[in-house]
Protein backbone atom coordinates (compact mmCIF):
# COMPACT_ATOMS: atom_id res chain seq x y z
CA UNK A 1 0.00 0.00 0.00
CA UNK A 2 1.02 3.56 -0.40
CA UNK A 3 2.62 5.70 2.13
CA UNK A 4 3.35 9.18 2.35
CA UNK A 5 6.05 10.53 5.13
CA UNK A 6 6.62 13.96 6.47
CA UNK A 7 9.45 14.94 7.98
CA UNK A 8 10.93 18.26 9.01
CA UNK A 9 8.87 20.61 10.11
CA UNK A 10 9.12 22.51 13.84
CA UNK A 11 9.23 26.01 15.55
CA UNK A 12 11.36 29.17 13.97
CA UNK A 13 11.36 32.69 14.35
CA UNK A 14 10.01 34.77 11.70
CA UNK A 15 12.57 35.26 8.80
CA UNK A 16 14.30 31.72 9.53
CA UNK A 17 13.92 29.11 7.40
CA UNK A 18 12.47 25.17 7.65
CA UNK A 19 13.36 22.39 4.80
CA UNK A 20 10.43 19.48 4.69
CA UNK A 21 10.81 16.20 3.18
CA UNK A 22 8.45 13.55 1.81
CA UNK A 23 8.57 10.12 0.76
CA UNK A 24 6.38 7.83 -1.15
CA UNK A 25 6.48 4.12 -1.22
CA UNK A 26 4.11 1.58 -2.54
CA UNK A 27 3.18 3.55 -5.47
CA UNK A 28 2.66 1.45 -8.67
CA UNK A 29 3.73 3.83 -11.21
CA UNK A 30 6.95 5.97 -11.31
CA UNK A 31 5.49 9.25 -13.23
CA UNK A 32 3.27 10.97 -10.56
CA UNK A 33 2.85 14.04 -8.76
CA UNK A 34 3.72 15.55 -5.79
CA UNK A 35 2.52 18.23 -3.80
CA UNK A 36 2.70 20.05 -0.08
CA UNK A 37 -0.31 21.56 1.22
CA UNK A 38 -1.05 23.39 4.43
CA UNK A 39 -3.76 23.98 7.07
CA UNK A 40 -4.47 26.53 9.61
CA UNK A 41 -6.70 26.13 12.34
CA UNK A 42 -9.92 26.83 11.14
CA UNK A 43 -9.09 27.74 7.26
CA UNK A 44 -9.25 25.38 4.88
CA UNK A 45 -6.47 23.49 3.19
CA UNK A 46 -4.46 25.29 0.81
CA UNK A 47 -2.27 24.02 -2.11
CA UNK A 48 1.25 25.38 -1.49
CA UNK A 49 3.60 23.77 -4.74
CA UNK A 50 3.16 21.07 -6.47
CA UNK A 51 6.17 18.96 -8.70
CA UNK A 52 4.94 17.54 -11.94
CA UNK A 53 6.39 14.07 -12.76
CA UNK A 54 8.72 13.19 -14.88
CA UNK A 55 8.21 16.70 -16.84
CA UNK A 56 9.56 18.68 -13.63
CA UNK A 57 7.49 21.41 -13.75
CA UNK A 58 6.58 23.08 -10.98
CA UNK A 59 3.65 25.21 -9.56
CA UNK A 60 3.48 27.90 -6.50
CA UNK A 61 1.11 29.79 -4.59
CA UNK A 62 1.02 33.20 -4.91
CA UNK A 63 1.76 33.60 -1.35
CA UNK A 64 4.62 31.41 -1.27
CA UNK A 65 5.98 32.19 -4.69
CA UNK A 66 9.96 33.94 -4.48
CA UNK A 67 10.55 32.28 -0.33
CA UNK A 68 9.63 28.32 -0.72
CA UNK A 69 11.20 26.16 -3.17
CA UNK A 70 10.08 23.06 -4.12
CA UNK A 71 12.35 19.78 -5.36
CA UNK A 72 11.99 16.17 -6.02
CA UNK A 73 14.76 13.69 -5.73
CA UNK A 74 12.50 10.70 -7.46
CA UNK A 75 10.34 9.34 -4.78
CA UNK A 76 11.02 12.18 -2.53
CA UNK A 77 9.97 15.72 -2.55
CA UNK A 78 11.05 18.46 -0.26
CA UNK A 79 10.09 21.86 0.60
CA UNK A 80 12.74 24.76 1.70
CA UNK A 81 10.58 27.54 3.07
CA UNK A 82 12.75 30.84 3.81
CA UNK A 83 12.01 34.00 4.82
CA UNK A 84 9.08 32.26 7.08
CA UNK A 85 6.16 34.32 8.81
CA UNK A 86 3.52 33.64 11.37
CA UNK A 87 1.03 33.22 9.13
CA UNK A 88 2.87 30.35 7.59
CA UNK A 89 2.01 28.78 10.98
CA UNK A 90 0.01 25.61 9.93
CA UNK A 91 -0.03 22.06 9.19
CA UNK A 92 1.66 20.93 6.17
CA UNK A 93 0.59 17.60 4.23
CA UNK A 94 2.52 16.37 1.62
CA UNK A 95 0.19 14.30 -1.46
CA UNK A 96 0.98 12.51 -4.33
CA UNK A 97 -1.42 12.06 -7.14
CA UNK A 98 -2.90 9.72 -9.41
CA UNK A 99 -1.81 11.67 -12.23
CA UNK A 100 1.80 12.68 -13.64
CA UNK A 101 0.79 16.55 -13.59
CA UNK A 102 -0.36 19.25 -11.99
CA UNK A 103 -1.15 22.79 -12.77
CA UNK A 104 -2.49 24.28 -9.57
CA UNK A 105 -3.58 23.86 -6.04
CA UNK A 106 -6.19 21.81 -6.61
CA UNK A 107 -6.54 18.92 -4.57
CA UNK A 108 -7.91 16.66 -7.34
CA UNK A 109 -6.15 13.22 -7.88
CA UNK A 110 -3.95 13.72 -4.85
CA UNK A 111 -5.38 10.18 -3.32
CA UNK A 112 -2.73 9.10 -0.84
CA UNK A 113 -1.66 11.80 1.95
CA UNK A 114 0.98 11.97 4.84
CA UNK A 115 -0.28 12.76 8.45
CA UNK A 116 1.73 16.41 7.95
CA UNK A 117 3.63 17.65 10.13
CA UNK A 118 3.50 21.17 12.24
CA UNK A 119 5.46 24.45 10.98
CA UNK A 120 4.68 27.20 13.55
CA UNK A 121 6.53 30.62 13.28
CA UNK A 122 7.16 33.04 15.58
CA UNK A 123 7.19 36.75 15.73
Known amino acids: RVQVTESGGGLVQAGGSLRLSCTVT????????MAWFRQAPGKEREGISCFSGSAGRTWYADFVKGRFTISRDKNTVFLQMDSLKPEDSAQYYC??????????????????WGQGTQVTVSS
Open 95 to 112: AASRYAHCYSGNRDGFDH
Open 26 to 33: GMAFDNYA
